[in-house]
């Protein structure tokens, strides 16, 4: 069952998403220790200081590395995106920094490391300069990050720099911390979640699990992402969710608000909620858009209707969510009146 297309009066026409004919193998795994964290490192100098923060986005297609440099001169920024290279069967990336210059390349692992050999970097002045660098996790929350640059045909090592997983609240203000304190509270829900149905049928075709939610991090935890009805392969599903949205401590209210649109121009505003007994409610309105045909319960008139979900955990992989619409000044069951979910790992 699809949460979005309950939404839409059951029309699966509008909330479909093709199944992948791929494995749903994550081609990405040998760098996923890094996502989600921040990690930091001294330069060779004692004064620079490197910054990666790394996260998934449109589900696990894509990793996305924002880093800075700080020290005695100009802060340094740069971005990498990771993808899997079908043609190249490897990953791929590229890299492009605030002074101009641009990256591309490729990275393997083996025997626990990651290797980016051959790194082709063009700076602004149109000079390429090859390189390449090794990562080795040391530790859960360490790695070593080694570089070299090709000088003539010989291998000449720029800096070798040991990284350290950040917390979450580092570097922020009061504020800051207090907002991803406050949503520590929600990190049951982080991952990917299919239906029971769809994942076993999935598994015995062997194609890729359509994912019904998944909530992932976002910057130092400080928002929580919403992504729903994608599939978990490299597809168009992958890269454009039916849903995005995220979830983040107002300060002024003192509560969790949801804020989200989909690709049908509907838009959602709520707020969660943390119960007491370990449930989590999500409560909403839909803004449906201008001549919107499938709006739930048509005799409600007008373009909003508004929601609520009721998360019961069984365990942490297994979740059933209730679904709730406000009628007649209460709250009655909608649809089927709940759909099932269950955690994948990927």
């Keep these: 069952m699809r949460y979005v297309g309950i939404l839409l009066f059951g029309s699966a026409a509008c909330a479909s998403t093709v199944a992948a004919s791929e494995p749903s193998v994550d081609m990405l795994s040998p760098m996923r220790f890094l996502v989600g964290s921040c990690w930091q490192g001294t330069f060779p100098d004692g004064e620079s200081v490197d910054t990666h923060c790394y996260r998934s986005f449109y589900g696990n297609a894509f990793i996305r590395d924002v880093h800075l440099v700080r020290g005695k ?15 190249a069967n490897s990953i791929s990336y590229r890299y492009w920094n605030s002074l101009g210059g641009v990256s591309d390349g490729v990275a393997h692992s083996s025997d626990g490391m990651l ?12 000079t390429v300069v090859v390189m390449q660098t090794v990562i080795e996790q040391t530790a859960p929350d360490k790695y070593v990050s080694t570089t070299e640059q090709q000088v003539d045909s010989e291998w000449k090592e720029l800096w070798r720099i040991e990284f350290s997983r950040l917390s979450p609240s580092t570097d922020l203000g009061p504020a800051g911390r207090q907002q991803a304190e406050k949503l520590a509270v929600f990190s049951r829900l982080i991952g990917n979640w299919a ?38 392969s490299f597809t168009r599903d992958a890269l454009d969710p039916v849903l995005e949205g995220m979830v983040v401590w107002d300060h002024a209210v003192e509560g969790y608000r949801y804020m989200a649109s989909t690709r049908y121009g509907w838009t959602f505003d709520g707020q969660f909620r943390a119960l007491d007994d370990g449930r989590i409610e999500r409560s909403y309105e839909v803004h449906y858009a201008k001549g919107e045909q499938y709006i739930p319960e048509p005799d409600l008139g007008g373009q909003v209707r508004r929601f609520r979900e009721i998360y019961n955990f069984d365990g942490n992989d297994r979740v059933r969510i209730s679904l709730e619409l406000w009628k007649d000044d209460k709250w009655s069951e909608f649809g089927p009146g709940h759909y099932d979910a269950v955690r994948v790992d990927h």
Excluded: C
């Design 115 to 126: 290797f980016f050999p051959g790194e082709r970097h063009v700076r602004d002045d149109g």
């Design 73 to 87: 001169n100009p802060d340094y920024r740069g971005e990498t995106v990771y993808q899997w290279d079908r043609n």
């Design 195 to 232: 239906d029971p149905e769809e994942l076993e049928e999935a598994q015995k075709s062997g194609t890729a699990v359509p994912i019904q939610q998944s909530y992932q991090w976002g910057p130092r935890r400080m928002l929580l992402r919403v992504y729903e009805n994608l599939a978990q």
